[in-house]
């Protein structure tokens, strides 16, 4: 159930210049791609980046949005072409800022982006998400933990074209990656160089799409909270049941880069539910807990195309 908590009339701040808070970029260029140009999504620059002083942006309306907002998206909602993946436009963005901006003061600065060239109106509501305590189980967990020793440093970080190893996923080294590959039913993921905190953010959207409530239908997506106490980083491979997953899906908030293989696994097997695959796979198990109750941006308009520079 969503509780609206505030709701910024058209004379407010939404509306006001980007430059009117402080919080603008010093040049910002906006182009729409065409049908014929290369659409893979590329966050570059920024905050925390070799090159914080500029941006560069290859994203979809979706993804701008989370960026903008710092959120999930399944936590915007907006009109049905934000569900649209296949179709919804592609966006390339560049844009300048001092070198010392903080992570939020960028946010703030995409956000009136959005209200000067996109005419992005937006309220805050409540919404409570399904709930999940990530814990080891009591046999402990079954991870690979990496260390510095067991990475390769001298092979260089090939995701495209990359052989498949034994476990039928491609080789990749030195690199947080996440691979996966459907069969029938069921699902395989392998995630490389992975924390506990990027597995609890995958697991709330897998057991999502496991029980049929995709993002593509606008349904909130449940949240796990890490409490296992771990702090490596870990190679794993979780296999499970998932009917849904055999259809083109979204890529997951803040999956890193990765590759993916193909088809080729043998369904003849039972497979168990993701929550027993965490506790048998993983040596993790995962506790229904109380709803979690997040921030949801709720848009009142928002243009397709935006204003030319």
Known sequence: MLRALAIFGAGFLLQAPPSAN????DVASVKLLGADERKVPLFAGGP???DPGRLHLRVNMSLLLGAAFGVSVDQIKGPAWLRDFSAMPFYDIVATMPANSSKRQVEKMLQ???VERFHLVFHHETGSFPGYELVVDK???KLKEITPDSLPAADPPVVRGAPTGSDGFP???GRRTSSSRSGTVNQ????QEWTMADLARQLGFLIGRSEGKSLDDGFFQPRVIDKTGLTGKYTFILE???????TPAPALPANPDGATAGNGMDDSLGFPNIFAAVQKELGLRLIRIADVEMDV???DALNRIPIEN
């Not at 402080?22 to 970029?25: D, E, K, T």
């Not at 395989?188 to 995630?191: A, H, P, Q, S, V």
């Not at 499970?240 to 055999?246: E, G, I, L, S």
């Open 22 to 25: 402080g919080q603008a970029f």
């Open 48 to 50: 925390d980046s070799s």
């Open 112 to 114: 009136n982006l959005l």
């Open 139 to 141: 046999g402990g967990p």
């Open 171 to 173: 080789i990749v080294r």
């Open 188 to 191: 395989r993921i392998k995630d």
């Open 240 to 246: 499970f049941d998932c009917p849904a997953c055999v």
């Open 297 to 299: 941006i709720v848009l």
